[in-house]
């Protein structure tokens, strides 16, 4: 299995044969080529390993103007309409995400070539918005639960998703400066959720000196602020595997479909 996260910084991957552990690591992308789908492809090339044969292929685009909306917006064919009513520039094509378990669905635009290019290299591959799959893990991991809001951090974003009573209330990605816009950022989300401070929690994914700093934060107004525990599912991917980026681990076992309507 191959799972790749490609941002405008660098590509983040995760490949696991089923004999030896799972392996990830990242390629930084080269700043001085302007065209991000260039700097891609030259990425991807100049990395052989990410060619291989492999059984299940997962890619992961991020893109800052993306929806969420309800899955019969998308049918209706109005995606397009709700990301041109929303953003001043929509560029190359449209990818729409359903969410697992789920009325809605994530619609993005993505990078000019970009797409055409993963389908040409990666012909069986499935393409998402980075946070589709972050949403389909938390409908299911907290289907059970009163409400939770999951913070995933690393040292440039943080992904943001609630649910509350099993539904699905919202999922954001922002850059960040400091721990503290971010822990105002869900601080606000949890208030506009209706979340309550001494029965519904906060679960945290990702950078483990970053999630702690935040917990501490967090705990000032929050009673339940834990890090996330991984399913045993994840355990396959070998003895590493809870090491492992969170957002690589949701792109491995994720089951989600996506649609692309081309320019």
Not at 33 to 59: G, R
Not at 67 to 74: R, S, T
Request: glycine share 6%; net charge negative; charged share 20%.
């Amino acid at each position: 299995m191959l799972a790749l996260d490609v941002s405008r910084e660098r590509i983040s991957y995760l490949v696991y044969g089923g004999r030896e552990d799972a392996q990830s690591g990242e390629i930084t992308l080269d700043s001085t080529v302007s065209d991000h789908c260039k700097a891609v492809e030259n990425a991807v090339y100049d990395n052989a390993f990410l060619l291989d044969d492999y059984s299940k292929t997962t890619i992961a685009l991020h893109s800052q103007h993306f929806q969420l909306m309800p899955q019969e917006l998308v049918e209706a064919g109005l995606a397009r309409k709700v990301l041109d009513a929303s953003f001043t520039t929509i560029e190359g094509d449209i990818l729409t995400c359903p969410i697992d378990g789920t009325d809605a669905a994530i619609a993005c635009d993505t990078d000019g070539g970009i797409v055409g290019f993963m389908r040409r290299t990666f012909p069986a591959a499935t393409l998402l918005h980075h946070l589709a799959p972050l949403c389909s893990y938390c409908v299911k991991a907290y289907a059970e639960e009163t409400g939770c809001l999951h913070i995933n951090l690393n040292d440039k974003e943080a992904h943001i998703v609630v649910v509350k009573q099993g539904k699905l209330q919202m999922a954001n990605t922002f850059a960040y400066r400091s721990l503290e816009d971010v822990a105002y950022y869900a601080l606000n989300s949890w208030k506009t959720c209706g979340m309550e401070s001494r029965r519904d929690k906060v679960m945290l994914t990702g950078d483990n000196a970053l999630r702690t700093e935040l917990a501490e934060q967090l705990r000032q107004w929050i009673a339940y602020v834990m890090p996330e525990v991984m399913p045993a599912s994840v355990l396959k991917l070998g003895r590493n595997a809870t090491t492992l980026p969170f957002n690589l681990i949701t792109l491995v076992f994720s089951n989600q479909r996506s649609v692309i309507s081309f320019q």
